[in-house]
């Protein structure tokens, strides 16, 4: 009751700051319930970076990890861009640096290197081509197919493109730890326990769980497919807080999580207090050197000019 009686002040002082200070509050479909409810965007990085830039606010509040901010950073130089926890980074964008792809690109001449959203600033900036997990297939379809691909950083996106697109690629090591809890057992456990629902699974999951899926979808992608598939039960294997969106948007239907071991630690990170916070002294800024962003740019405009 106290609690509530805070949060209800909280969420009214988040209001007044957003209106004060001209502000857009993006929020990031893997975060908590209350945060996502503040919202004036909720969606995938790049959809979110998208539409802030073509809002005229003065101020990006992005609840997302550090990655998605610099995103937002990368296409609206001219806003301020406040992550509300610095701390809250992607351990995938953290397994590759700038001086692993140059050293990709030397070790295979000639290469595309296509590079998932999720990395830094920096690595966005050796790259050729942006993609994200919606339209990863369609990215490595238009490429000329006299070259050799290297994708970078996620390892199971890349098998799974490589499988969709049937175009051999060097990937590089990485995985995101939250959805390589998925495995195979927890998806047999759930249709087990709801015979007749359909499986939408994440491609940041491992192959040996995408092979189970009914469809291997982005967190754009599930929104779609529930909406439009006609079934009473979904298993859901993404990050947990992605079901509060689906059962928000599709009263009737039911969301399973395929592991309750899903979890993203770093989105937890934002909370609605670290929100008002952030509004209130319009810290910390995510910043990017100019000539890392229009580099960076590069990447992800050629990747906006195919989709
Ligand atoms: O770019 C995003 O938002 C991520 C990481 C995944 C997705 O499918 O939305």
Known sequence: MVRDIFMKQIIESIQKLKQKNHAVILVHNYQIPEVQDIGDFIGDSLELSRKAAAT????????????????????????????????AGCPLAEMIEPKDVIRLRNENPGCIVV?????????????????????????????????????VPDKYLAAY?????????????????????????????????????????HPECRPEVTKLADAVVSTSGMLKYAKETDAEVFIVGTEIDMIYRLNKENPGKKFVPASKLAVCPNMKKITLEKVLWSLEELKPQVTIPEEIRVRALAAVNKMIQII
């Open 115 to 151: 590079g998932y959203v999720n990395t830094s600033a920096a690595v966005k900036a050796e790259l050729d081509i942006c993609c994200t997990s919606a339209n990863a297939s369609k990215v490595v379809m238009s490429l000329d197919k006299n070259k050799p691909v290297v994708f």
């Open 56 to 87: 005229d606010a003065e101020v990006i509040i992005f609840c997302g990890v550090h990655f998605m901010a610099e995103t937002a950073a990368i296409l609206s130089p001219e806003k301020k861009v406040i992550i509300p926890d610095p701390a």
């Open 161 to 201: 493109t490589a499988f969709k697109t049937n175009r051999p690629m060097v990937y590089w090591n990485g995985y995101c730890p939250t959805h390589a809890k998925i495995l195979p057992q927890d998806i047999f456990k759930c249709k087990s326990a709801y015979p007749g629902a359909k499986v939408m699974v």
